[in-house]
Structure formats: C-alpha cells, structure tokens
C-alpha cells in the first residue's frame, strides 16, 4: 500500500491518507468542501460545496497521474437528501460517460458542519 498526499488538497486531519494506492486502484478518502488554501469552507451552498469537494478529489488524483476520467465508483454524503438535484447539477459536470458507478446517501451529520463529502474509486 503506497499513501499519496499533495498541498492542493486539504490534509488529513485525522490518522488516514488523503488516498492509498493498492491493487492498481487508487482510494480517495472523503473530501469535505475544504479550500486547502483558507483551511474554510467554500462559501455559498450545496452546489459551492460540491464543487470543491470534487476539486480536492481531482487534486488528489492529479497527485497520482489520475484523472477523474479514471474514477470508477463515488459515494456521496448528503447532510440533507433535498440537496441531491443541486449536487448532482455539479456532480455531473465532472464527469463524462461512461459515468462512474456512484451510491449517494443521507447522514445525520458531517465533519465540521459540512453539507456534502465525497470519496472516490480510481484505476489506473
């Protein structure tokens, strides 16, 4: 298992790796909607949130000779379902078909008050 870190990303704020390499797959932890360059949110809502939860995720990528053309599967976090259309008006241009397999679920809450965190499945 080989971690992979970059400065464009936020750090790991915990004991994991921004993502992991094994097997010929690369591991995305879950992005929250952190700017790595304020350390805070991106400022406005869901869709603000999206954005940059999937920018940290392509960065993280891009620190393993990936793109998010290379993304097989993502699950999305929602603090609130009624968010899901705006999400998925963001989600969607990220990505080309074929799409990546993706789950999308509500949770009760998120880390630091986030609206949506994202991870993600590469191969190489």
Excluded at 72 to 88: E, I, R, S
Aim: negative net charge.
């Amino acid at each position: 298992m080989k971690a992979i870190s970059t400065e464009k990303a936020p750090a790991a704020i915990g004991p994991y790796s921004q993502a992991v390499e094994a097997g010929g797959f690369v591991f995305a932890s879950g992005q929250l909607p952190i700017d790595p360059a304020t350390g805070a949110f991106a400022e406005g809502g869901i869709k603000e949130q999206t954005r940059q939860s999937l920018k940290n995720a392509s960065e993280i990528l891009a620190a393993a000779g990936l793109t998010m053309a290379d993304v097989v599967k993502t699950t999305v976090f929602l603090a609130d379902m009624g968010d899901f259309a705006a999400m998925n008006e963001v989600y969607s241009s990220f990505f080309n078909t074929p799409y990546p397999a993706r789950s999308a679920v509500a949770v009760k809450t998120l880390p630091k008050g986030a609206l949506v965190e994202i991870e993600c499945i590469a191969a190489r």
